[in-house]
C-alpha cells in the first residue's frame, strides 16, 4: 500500500480568499505531488446541481442544515478515499460545522485544516459575490450560525497585509512540503 496522501482543507467565510488562496496552494503542491487533486466548494455545488454556475439556487432543499451537513460529509469522505489512495487534496470549502471538522480530523490520517480569518469590514469591502451587499438570505456568517473553526493546524489573518502569494510562501514552508 502507498503512502497516504494529504488533504488540506482551506475554510473561511465567503470572501475570506479559500478559492483564491486555496488555488495557489494547490498549483505549487501540483509541481511537486502531480497527482494532488483540488476540490472547490462552489464547483462542488453546481457538479451535484444545487446551484447554477452564477450561483442562482436550483434546489432550495439543499440549503437545509441537514443537506448542507451531508453535503460536506459527501465531499470529506471523498477527500478521505483519494488521500488513502495516497493522493494529496486541497478542497475549499465553508464547511461550517464543528461536527464536520470534527469528523475530519477522526477519520483522516493526513488533515490539516487552514482557517482564512478575516474582519467583517473586510468581508463586506471584498463582496466578489455581492453576498453582504445584496442583503441576499441563507448567507453564511450574516443570517445563518457559523460554527467558526477553534482547532486548525493554522489560522490566517487575511485582511490584506500580505499577498496571496505570500501566505502560499508561508503555508508551503509551515507544512515542510519542499522538503518533501
Given at each position: 500500500?502507498s503512502?497516504?496522501?494529504?488533504?488540506y482543507?482551506f475554510?473561511?467565510?465567503?470572501?475570506?480568499?479559500k478559492?483564491?488562496?486555496?488555488?495557489l496552494f494547490y498549483q505549487r503542491?501540483?509541481?511537486?505531488?502531480?497527482?494532488?487533486?483540488?476540490?472547490?466548494?462552489?464547483q462542488?455545488?453546481?457538479?451535484?446541481?444545487?446551484?447554477?454556475?452564477?450561483?442562482t439556487?436550483?434546489?432550495?432543499?439543499?440549503?437545509?442544515?441537514?443537506?448542507?451537513?451531508?453535503?460536506?460529509l459527501?465531499?470529506?469522505?471523498?477527500?478521505?478515499?483519494?488521500?488513502?489512495?495516497g493522493?494529496?487534496?486541497?478542497?475549499?470549502?465553508?464547511?461550517?460545522?464543528?461536527?464536520v471538522?470534527?469528523?475530519?480530523?477522526?477519520?483522516?490520517?493526513?488533515?490539516q485544516?487552514?482557517y482564512?480569518?478575516?474582519?467583517?469590514?473586510?468581508?463586506?469591502?471584498r463582496?466578489?459575490?455581492?453576498?453582504?451587499s445584496?442583503?441576499?438570505?441563507?448567507?453564511?456568517?450574516?443570517?445563518?450560525p457559523?460554527?467558526?473553526?477553534?482547532?486548525?493546524?493554522?489560522?490566517?489573518?487575511?485582511?490584506?497585509?500580505?499577498?496571496?502569494?505570500?501566505?502560499?510562501?508561508?503555508?508551503v514552508?509551515?507544512f515542510?512540503?519542499?522538503?518533501?
Open positions: 500500500m503512502e497516504k496522501g494529504t488533504v482543507f475554510t473561511g467565510l465567503a470572501g475570506a480568499g478559492t483564491t488562496i486555496g488555488g503542491l501540483k509541481d511537486l505531488r502531480p497527482d494532488a487533486v483540488l476540490i472547490d466548494g462552489d462542488t455545488r453546481t457538479q451535484v446541481g444545487h446551484s447554477a454556475p452564477d450561483g439556487v436550483l434546489r432550495e432543499d439543499c440549503y437545509t442544515t441537514a443537506a448542507r451537513k451531508s453535503g460536506a459527501s465531499a470529506f469522505r471523498r477527500c478521505r478515499d483519494l488521500a488513502d489512495e493522493r494529496d487534496v486541497v478542497i475549499c470549502s465553508i464547511a461550517m460545522y464543528t461536527e471538522r470534527a469528523w475530519n480530523r477522526e477519520n483522516i490520517g493526513n488533515y485544516e487552514i482564512l480569518k478575516v474582519t467583517r469590514e473586510t468581508l463586506y469591502r463582496d466578489q459575490k455581492k453576498l453582504y445584496s442583503r441576499a438570505k441563507n448567507v453564511v456568517g450574516v443570517d445563518l457559523w460554527d467558526e473553526p477553534g482547532h486548525s493546524s493554522v489560522v490566517i489573518q487575511n485582511d490584506g497585509q500580505e499577498t496571496p502569494e505570500e501566505i502560499v510562501d508561508r503555508l514552508e509551515f515542510g512540503l519542499e522538503k518533501r
